[in-house]
């Protein structure tokens, strides 16, 4: 136990190297699930304009497969 | 490189590489974590502070490789006209706005145990925070147009502007620094270079470098899609 | 060479008409200086210490309230367009408009700078060298703050934005700058970022000018 708490205290300076992991957790993951949360957003949004216009593989002038 | 230029076929790609690269930003995270936090050492002189430069030094790294990248992008839209070229510099920009929020974060904060304060004006967390500006200016611009191609050419002129400046700046700030060295040498010093402290550090770079290709290619899709939304949108305005 | 030296005399005739641009750059330059005795207390040793760096950092940012200006009248009255159809290359065109706006806005505050820097305590040896930077130095920033002026054209609050993308780029202008009045003094040796200011303003003449046609550019599409 008190071998768990000395790691976690980190020499009197865990506040410092905790805070910095956690700071970096903490962007990381806020602007992971931001930039997942847009791409199912306009991916979807994507899929019900497709739906809304059958008959139509891509929109007029977009660009054509190379 | 030009199998990459046809849009669709790299949203494709992207989504398909995707899930493998989040196993691999996972795995390398772990183990960079472990390294950092276990199996490293502390600091002789550093004490157990030393683990945050693990996360900080990765982080400042990445800052300005994102930059180079979204450089890149910007030149092989502007000289190029590489379809993908300003997809890429607005997708990586804000990525590497994150990466220099972190490496400042964790820089303030291995210098206040260290130093006694919350900042340190070092030559190289001063230009961390020149970069910053950077970023936030490039950001800006891209979102400052109604129309959004506009706004990816201006940020593309402004990022090419800021690479050109980034030696310059970076030159400039050594030179600040080192005129104005106050009688106590404040510098976030790296202790010496041993194989225990090249570990983690090459690892936990390795997962941050993992974490950007990863989100990238989120980004890039996303980046896509809304194009193709716009241009439906514009079809169907046109249609009546 | 004449339509360089054309474009140079309307733009300087319409900045004379209306002379209260330069007024209000100095307006401001004396007075943002004037508020850190305020701030910090009329100390002279203090003040002193500092002259060097705020007569820098306010003629900087005085030099950033004209800018927006440069090509922004122009702009909306159709008349940039017309430039841009003009046979002569638009870097040159733009180093016209740049040139005016050096001698209508920082002309006038470098007139002013030595007065700020006595009123701030600075020594009298260190208004030479204040002098020798500020020349150098300024026609940097109104290249730089040409590119910035450029590429906000057109956009939504672009006024706003100017500082953000153009005051890290003063960087390193601002730390040479500063750094000869220390050297003057200090007694150091001045030659070192006298030559480096020397050296940016060398660099920005060909490559602002480029950035900011390639801004022109795409404001104009």
């Not at chain 2, 989120?218 to 899609?225: D, H, I, K, P, S």
């Not at chain 3, 305590?121 to 300024?138: E, H, Q, V, Y």
């Not at chain 3, 060398?202 to 801004?215: D, E, T």
């Amino acid at each position: 136990m008190s071998g768990i708490l000395r790691f976690l205290e980190m020499g009197g300076h865990g506040g410092f190297v905790w805070g910095a992991y956690a700071a970096v957790a903490l962007v990381l993951l806020v602007l992971g699930l931001i930039s997942w949360l847009d791409l199912k957003r306009s991916e979807g949004e994507l899929k019900r304009m497709e739906a809304r216009l059958p008959g139509r593989s891509r929109p007029v002038g977009a660009r054509n497969r190379a | 490189m030009h199998r990459f230029a046809n849009p669709a076929r790299f949203a494709q790609l992207a989504a398909a590489a995707t899930p493998w690269g989040v196993a691999l930003t996972a795995l390398l995270f772990v183990a960079g974590l472990a390294l950092a936090l276990f199996a490293s050492p502390p600091d002789y002189q550093q004490g157990e502070t030393v683990r945050i430069m693990y996360v900080h030094v990765p982080a400042a790294w990445m800052a300005m490789f994102v930059y180079v990248v979204v450089a890149a992008g910007s030149a092989s839209a502007l000289v190029w006209r590489h379809p993908l070229g300003d997809v890429i510099a607005r997708a990586a920009s804000p990525i590497g706005a994150c990466f220099t929020l972190m490496a400042l974060l964790t820089g303030s904060l291995w210098g206040k145990p260290i130093w006694g304060t919350w900042w340190v004006w070092d030559a190289r967390l001063t230009s961390v925070l020149v970069l910053f500006f950077l970023y936030l200016g490039h950001i800006a611009l891209l979102h400052a147009f109604d129309e959004p191609s506009r706004g990816a050419r201006a940020a593309a002129i402004l990022a090419l502007a800021g690479i050109v400046n980034l030696p310059i700046i970076k030159f400039s700030v050594d030179w600040w620094n080192t005129l104005h060295q106050p009688a106590s040498i404040s510098r976030l010093e790296r202790p010496a270079i041993d194989p225990s402290i090249l570990a983690p550090l090459l690892v936990m770079a390795g997962a941050y470098f993992a974490y950007f290709v990863t989100l990238l290619m989120v980004r890039v899709r996303t980046e896509l899609a809304s194009a193709k939304l716009r241009a439906f949108r514009a079809a169907l305005a046109a249609q009546g | 060479m004449t339509a360089f030296l054309a474009l140079l005399r309307r733009d300087l005739r319409l900045a004379l008409r209306q002379g209260s641009d330069a007024a209000l750059v100095i307006v401001f330059f004396v007075l943002a200086a004037v508020l850190y005795p305020f701030a910090i207390g009329p100390e002279p040793g203090l003040l002193e210490r500092i002259a060097g760096g705020v007569v820098w950092v306010t003629a900087l940012l005085a030099a950033l309230l004209s800018l927006e200006r440069l090509f922004l009248a122009d702009y909306q009255d159709g008349a940039l367009d017309l430039l841009a159809l003009a046979p002569e290359p638009a870097p040159l065109l733009i180093l016209a408009k740049v040139a005016a706006h050096w001698l209508t806005t920082a002309l006038p505050l470098m007139a002013a700078a030595p007065v700020v820097a006595l009123m701030l305590g600075a020594p009298a040896t260190s208004i030479a060298p204040l002098m020798a930077a500020l020349a150098l130095g300024t026609p940097s920033l109104s290249l730089i703050g040409a590119i910035g002026a450029a590429l906000t054209l057109g956009a939504r609050r672009g006024g706003v934005l100017v500082p953000l993308l153009v005051l890290p780029l003063y960087i390193p202008v601002l730390i040479f700058g500063a750094a000869a009045v220390e050297a003057g003094m200090s007694g150091a040796e001045l030659y070192p970022p006298l030559a480096i200011l020397a050296a940016l303003l060398l660099a920005a003449l060909p490559l602002a000018p480029l950035a900011a046609a390639a801004g022109l550019r795409n404001a104009l599409r």
